[in-house]
């Protein structure tokens, strides 16, 4: 089942301006809209970052959430919905086809993003330090990691005579990450295969690939899709024994074995305090877009040893957290 919250207004007034609901009942209006489906952990961080600058749902503020579950078309009619609202901000997450698609429906209300498409290049703001419009964020710089994943999980693994890559080609970071991970394989001297996915059935397509190319391990690239379906890529990952590498902290502490990557967590919380920041006053154009330079390398033991494995010392000194 996937992971969703179906959470409303407060009151029945979504649809009052917001000077009216402040004078009424206090309360500032968030919308939130997810390209995927809402992860409840994330969200929690999310929470967290409103309440550090003084914003707590159901007191001072409520969030008004609307997802797209991954069907991209729907974004625009949704974000059009949110608009609607009178909002104060509009918060967008799952993908960068979420805020392009809040981008496109308004001029006025601030927006603040977490993806990892460029924002520049996208058209979402004039420069990183200066955005100079209505959105603002957080760029996760995941799509230029799946080299340094694919060096990790060959260290994991390295009796894997080929290592089984799965990306999403409809990803708008596609040719990038394959670019990483072809570099690495052949500086690595490492043989891959490329497996695509963007439906729940091509997962199970690309992991019947992996049994019948006798891959000896997987790497899962970084994509808003595959973090919506952790759990079913995690138990496939199980079952088909198959020593796997997520981009996620996430990953590794629902049984993955490991992960390498910016802390997705922290992500929405810093979208959490600038949410409140905007709400406070201060404008999307002034505010930098944030992007993080901690990685995180989280290792699972029991998942380790489960498929049998015998993690090298040298990788296991060097990871941020092993989960034992």
């Known amino acids: 089942m996937k992971r969703r919250e179906f959470i409303t207004l407060i009151g029945g007034a979504a649809a009052w301006p917001i000077p009216a609901r402040t004078q009424q009942l206090g309360t500032l209006v968030i919308g ?16 967290e970052g409103l309440k ?62 977490v993806n990892g498409v460029d924002p520049v290049t996208s058209g979402l703001v004039m420069n990183l330090n200066r955005p100079g419009g209505n959105a603002t964020g957080v760029y996760i710089l995941q799509q230029v990691l799946e080299g340094k994943r694919l060096g990790l999980l060959h260290g994991l693994v390295p009796a894997a005579a080929l290592i089984a890559v799965m990306l999403n080609p409809t990803n708008a970071n596609f040719q990038t990450q394959l670019r990483g991970v072809q570099d690495a394989a ?35 690239g970084s994509d808003p899709f ?19 590498i ?42 930098p877009v944030v992007q993080p330079t901690k990685f995180e390398f989280v290792i699972n033991l029991k998942t380790a040893k489960t498929l049998g494995l ?15």
């Open 186 to 220: 052949r500086a690595l001297g490492q043989q891959v295969g490329i497996l695509s996915a963007s439906t729940e059935r091509d997962i199970d397509v690309a992991f019947a690939a992996v049994t019948e190319s006798r891959a000896g391990a997987l790497l899962v």
């Open 246 to 287: 997520y981009e996620g902290r996430e990953f590794a502490m629902a049984g993955g074995l490991a992960s390498y990557g910016t802390s997705l967590a922290d992500a929405y919380r810093q979208a959490g305090i600038y949410a409140g920041r905007i709400l406070r006053g201060e404008k999307p154009a002034d505010l």
């Open 52 to 113: 550090e600058v003084g914003y707590i749902e159901g007191r001072t503020v409520a969030i008004y959430f609307r997802s797209a579950d991954g069907q991209t078309d729907r974004l625009v009619t949704l974000a059009g919905d949110i608009v609607g609202r009178r909002v104060a901000v509009i918060v967008t997450t799952g993908g960068g086809a979420a805020a392009l698609a809040a981008y496109a429906t308004t001029t006025t209300i601030p927006i603040v993003f």
């Open 32 to 47: 939130f809209l997810d390209g995927q489906s809402f992860d409840p952990h994330l969200m929690t961080a999310f929470r």
């Open 226 to 244: 595959f973090n919506n379906e952790r759990d079913e890529v995690i138990a496939l990952s199980a079952r088909h024994a198959i020593p796997a």
């Open 310 to 324: 015998d993690v090298p010392p040298g990788l296991s000194a060097s990871a941020d957290e092993v989960i034992e």
